[in-house]
C-alpha cells in the first residue's frame, strides 16, 4: 500500500536530524611518514577527523588521486605520491557534499623528527631536551649524506631526517639518557667534517603529551581595546581602502600579482567564522588558507593566520589580505611546521616552503637564552633555551640565511621581537632576531596610548606594550594586540596581545607592497618601511639613554634628507597606507 503524503513527510522529519548530524570533514594532521629521505616515493600520513564507511576522495590541487595510491586504517590514511612526478600543491578531502581544509602538501625533500614522550628528559636548567635525536650540520666541502651516513655508521646510529640544501642531516643515536648523549654530542662536535651539531630543547609532539604545563601568559593591556582601536595606529583601515581603490583605479591601474606567504605555525580553526569560507578547493586571485585544522578557535595559528586571512565582519580577527580579495591577484597563505621538532623544524618548513615559491615567511616566534635579563635587569622566564641548545641553533640559522642570500634573495623573513621586555640585538638573549641581514626584518609590538585627542601621526598616539622586546635591532612596531577567532558569527573574541600579533600586520603589508611591485627586494622592502613609518618614542637624538630605543632611529634619508624633520631620532611605527603608496611609486623609479 503506498505511503501517504504525511507519512512520507514523517519519514523524512524523522531522516534530517541524522543526515544534519553528519560531521564535518577536516584533515587535522599531515606528516611525512615512512623512509624522509626517500625523494621520489614520499609516503605522507594524514589524521582526518570525521571519516565515514568510505574513503573520501584526495585532490591534490585540482586533481583527484587515485584510490591506488591511498591506504586507510581507522581514522588514519596512508598516501603515497611519486615526487618526481607530482608539484608541491594544496591537498584537500572530499566525499559526497563534504569538503575539507586544505593543507600544503610539498614535495621538498627537507623534513626531520619529532621526539615521542618516552624520547625526552629535563636537563640541568629544567628544560625538556631529546635524548637520542640530534642533527649534524656538514661542512660544505663534504658530501653531507655520505658523510652523515659515515658517521652514523661510526657510531652506531642511524640517519632518520635531513634539511639537504643546509647540509643537514638528523641522527638516532644510541643514547639513553643524557650523559650518554652529550657524550655523543662531544665525539661528533670533534669530527672534522661537523660544522655543529644541533641538539633539540622542545617538548615531545603535543597532541601525544597527556597534560603538557600551560605557558604562562602575557600580561593583557590594562585596557584592551578592538582590533581596529588599536590597528587605527597603523592605519589599517586606511591601507585597504587605498589598494581598494587605487589598484583598479581608471588612471594608471595596477595589474597586481600573486604572492605567496608561509606562516610557520601549527594549525587553524575552520570551524570558526574566520576560517568557515576556506574548506575545499581554492585558488588566486582570491585569498586562499591552506592548514592542517585546529580543535580549538583561540590558538596561536589562528590569531596569526586571522590577521592575514580571516573574513570580515564576523566577530572574530579581520583579514588584512582578504580585504584586498576584490583587487588583488590572490594571496595564498600556507601555514606549515613540518613536524614538531622545535626550532629544526621551523627551519625545514622554511626551506620546503621557499623552495615552494614562497616571497614572505612569516615567523612569529623565539627563543632566550638561559639568563637572558629584561631592561629592569631581571632574569627572563619565558621561552628559554640553554646555552648549548643556542650555540646549535645560531649555526643552523646562519646556514639558513646564507642558503637564502645565495638561493633566494628575494625571500623576506618577517620575525617577532620578543616579549621578554628584553633586548632583540644580541645572541646572548634572544634568536633569531639577533641576526643582522637585509632578509630578516625584525617587528616590535605597540599599543594604543591613553592620551585622548592626539592625531594618529603623534609619536605618542602609541606606545610601546611593556613586554616587548627591543633595541636598535627591531625595525619597526606594529599594533600588538588582536582578536582570536571564534566559533559563531558575531561573537567578540578575546583579546590576544603579543609581538606574535604585531609580525602578521607587516608581513601582510609586505605581501600586499609585492602584489604592487614585485621586483621589490628585501632591503627596498625595508627601506619603503622606514620611510614611511610614522614615529613613536621620545626624540633622544641617537643617545640610547637607559635602553629606551624601540627601534633603530629614524635617519635623516628616511626622512628626505631633511636634518630638521621633527621624527629623526624616534623610532619607527609602521604605517601600512603610505607603504602601499611608495610601493606605487616606486614601480615608476629606476632601481
Given at each position: 500500500m503506498p505511503l501517504r503524503p504525511v507519512a512520507l513527510a514523517t519519514l523524512f522529519a524523522l531522516a534530517a536530524p541524522t543526515l544534519a548530524a553528519e560531521p564535518p570533514l577536516r584533515l587535522a594532521t599531515l606528516a611525512r611518514c615512512g623512509d624522509l629521505l626517500d625523494s621520489r616515493q614520499q609516503d605522507w600520513c594524514l589524521g582526518v577527523r570525521g571519516l565515514g564507511s568510505t574513503t573520501p576522495t584526495l585532490r591534490l590541487g585540482d586533481q583527484p588521486l587515485p584510490a591506488s595510491s591511498v591506504q586507510r586504517d581507522g581514522d588514519t590514511l596512508r598516501l603515497r605520491i611519486d615526487a618526481q612526478a607530482q608539484h608541491s600543491a594544496p591537498l584537500w578531502l572530499e566525499d559526497g557534499a563534504r569538503q575539507s581544509n586544505a593543507v600544503w602538501l610539498t614535495t621538498g625533500n627537507s623534513h626531520v623528527v619529532a621526539?615521542?614522550?618516552?624520547?625526552?628528559?629535563?636537563?640541568?636548567?629544567?628544560?625538556?631536551?631529546?635524548?637520542?635525536?640530534?642533527?649534524?650540520?656538514?661542512?660544505?666541502?663534504?658530501?653531507?649524506?655520505?658523510?652523515?651516513?659515515?658517521?652514523?655508521?661510526?657510531?652506531?646510529?642511524?640517519?632518520?631526517?635531513?634539511?639537504?640544501?643546509?647540509?643537514?642531516?638528523?641522527?638516532?643515536?644510541?643514547?639513553?639518557?643524557?650523559?650518554?648523549?652529550?657524550?655523543?654530542?662531544?665525539?661528533?662536535?670533534?669530527?672534522?667534517?661537523?660544522?655543529?651539531?644541533?641538539?633539540?630543547?622542545?617538548?615531545?609532539?603535543?597532541?601525544?603529551?597527556?597534560?603538557?604545563?600551560?605557558?604562562?601568559?602575557?600580561?593583557?593591556?590594562?585596557?584592551?581595546?578592538?582590533?581596529?582601536?588599536?590597528?587605527?595606529?597603523?592605519?589599517?583601515?586606511?591601507?585597504?581602502?587605498?589598494?581598494?581603490?587605487?589598484?583598479?583605479?581608471?588612471?594608471?591601474?595596477?595589474?597586481?600579482?600573486?604572492?605567496?606567504?608561509?606562516?610557520?605555525?601549527?594549525?587553524?580553526?575552520?570551524?570558526?567564522?574566520?576560517?568557515?569560507?576556506?574548506?575545499?578547493?581554492?585558488?588566486?586571485?582570491?585569498?586562499?588558507v591552506y592548514a592542517r585544522d585546529a580543535a580549538k578557535p583561540d590558538a596561536h595559528g589562528s590569531t596569526v593566520a586571522g590577521i592575514l586571512a580571516a573574513s570580515w565582519n564576523n566577530g572574530g580577527n579581520t583579514g588584512l589580505l582578504r580585504g584586498l580579495d576584490k583587487s588583488s591577484g590572490g594571496f595564498e597563505v600556507i601555514v606549515e611546521r613540518n613536524s614538531d621538532a622545535g626550532i629544526t623544524a621551523n627551519i625545514a618548513a622554511s626551506v620546503n616552503l621557499v623552495e615552494d615559491g614562497v616571497r614572505v615567511l612569516n615567523w612569529s616566534w623565539g627563543i632566550h637564552r638561559v639568563?637572558?635579563?629584561?631592561?629592569?635587569?631581571?632574569?627572563?622566564?619565558?621561552?628559554?633555551?640553554?646555552?648549548?641548545?643556542?650555540?646549535?641553533?645560531?649555526?643552523?640559522?646562519?646556514?639558513?640565511?646564507?642558503?637564502?642570500?645565495?638561493?633566494?634573495?628575494?625571500?623576506?623573513?618577517?620575525?617577532?621581537?620578543?616579549?621578554?621586555?628584553?633586548?632583540?640585538?644580541?645572541?646572548?638573549?634572544?634568536?633569531?632576531?639577533?641576526?643582522?641581514?637585509?632578509?630578516?626584518?625584525?617587528?616590535?609590538?605597540?599599543?594604543?596610548?591613553?592620551?585622548?585627542?592626539?592625531?594618529?601621526?603623534?609619536?605618542?598616539?602609541?606606545?610601546?606594550?611593556?613586554?616587548?622586546?627591543?633595541?636598535?635591532?627591531?625595525?619597526?612596531?606594529?599594533?600588538?594586540c588582536a582578536h582570536a577567532s571564534t566559533t559563531e558569527a558575531g561573537q567578540t573574541g578575546a583579546v590576544h596581545c603579543g609581538t606574535s600579533y604585531a609580525t602578521p600586520m607587516v608581513a601582510g603589508i609586505v605581501a600586499a607592497m609585492l602584489s604592487i611591485n614585485p621586483q621589490l627586494q628585501p632591503a627596498q622592502l625595508r627601506t619603503l618601511l622606514r620611510r614611511s613609518s610614522l614615529p613613536i618614542g621620545a626624540n633622544y637624538d641617537f643617545e640610547p639613554v637607559d635602553a629606551e630605543d624601540l627601534t633603530a632611529p629614524i635617519l635623516p634619508s628616511e626622512r628626505q634628507h631633511r636634518l630638521d624633520d621633527p621624527d629623526v631620532g624616534r623610532s619607527a611605527r609602521l604605517d601600512m597606507q603610505q607603504a602601499l603608496e611608495l610601493s606605487v611609486q616606486s614601480r615608476d623609479r629606476p632601481r
Open positions: 621526539a615521542r614522550p618516552d624520547e625526552v628528559a629535563q636537563n640541568m636548567d629544567g628544560l625538556t631536551t631529546y635524548v637520542d635525536l640530534v642533527s649534524v650540520i656538514i661542512e660544505e666541502s663534504h658530501d653531507g649524506r655520505q658523510e652523515a651516513q659515515r658517521l652514523a655508521d661510526k657510531y652506531g646510529a642511524r640517519v632518520v631526517g635531513s634539511i639537504a640544501p643546509l647540509n643537514l642531516y638528523q641522527l638516532r643515536v644510541p643514547a639513553h639518557d643524557l650523559t650518554q648523549r652529550d657524550a655523543l654530542v662531544l665525539r661528533l662536535g670533534s669530527e672534522v667534517s661537523v660544522d655543529a651539531v644541533v641538539i633539540e630543547e622542545s617538548a615531545a609532539e603535543e597532541t601525544e603529551q597527556a597534560a603538557a604545563p600551560r605557558p604562562k601568559p602575557e600580561p593583557e593591556p590594562e585596557k584592551p581595546a578592538a582590533d581596529s582601536d588599536e590597528w587605527a595606529a597603523n592605519r589599517f583601515v586606511d591601507a585597504v581602502n587605498y589598494y581598494q581603490r587605487r589598484i583598479p583605479g581608471r588612471q594608471a591601474p595596477i595589474q597586481p600579482q600573486p604572492v605567496r606567504i608561509g606562516l610557520i605555525e601549527r594549525d587553524v580553526d575552520f570551524d570558526t567564522a574566520d576560517f568557515a569560507d576556506y574548506l575545499g578547493p581554492c585558488a588566486v586571485p582570491r585569498t586562499c639568563g637572558a635579563r629584561t631592561v629592569e635587569g631581571e632574569e627572563v622566564d619565558s621561552l628559554l633555551r640553554s646555552g648549548i641548545a643556542m650555540s646549535g641553533y645560531e649555526e643552523l640559522l646562519e646556514e639558513f640565511f646564507l642558503w637564502l642570500r645565495k638561493e633566494h634573495p628575494n625571500v623576506l623573513v618577517v620575525n617577532s621581537a620578543g616579549n621578554g621586555a628584553s633586548f632583540s640585538g644580541t645572541d646572548d638573549y634572544r634568536l633569531p632576531s639577533s641576526f643582522v641581514t637585509s632578509q630578516l626584518l625584525v617587528v616590535g609590538g605597540h599599543q594604543r596610548s591613553e592620551r585622548p585627542g592626539l592625531a594618529v601621526q603623534d609619536p605618542g598616539y602609541a606606545v610601546r606594550r611593556r613586554s616587548s622586546n627591543l633595541d636598535r635591532r627591531v625595525d619597526i612596531t606594529a599594533a600588538a
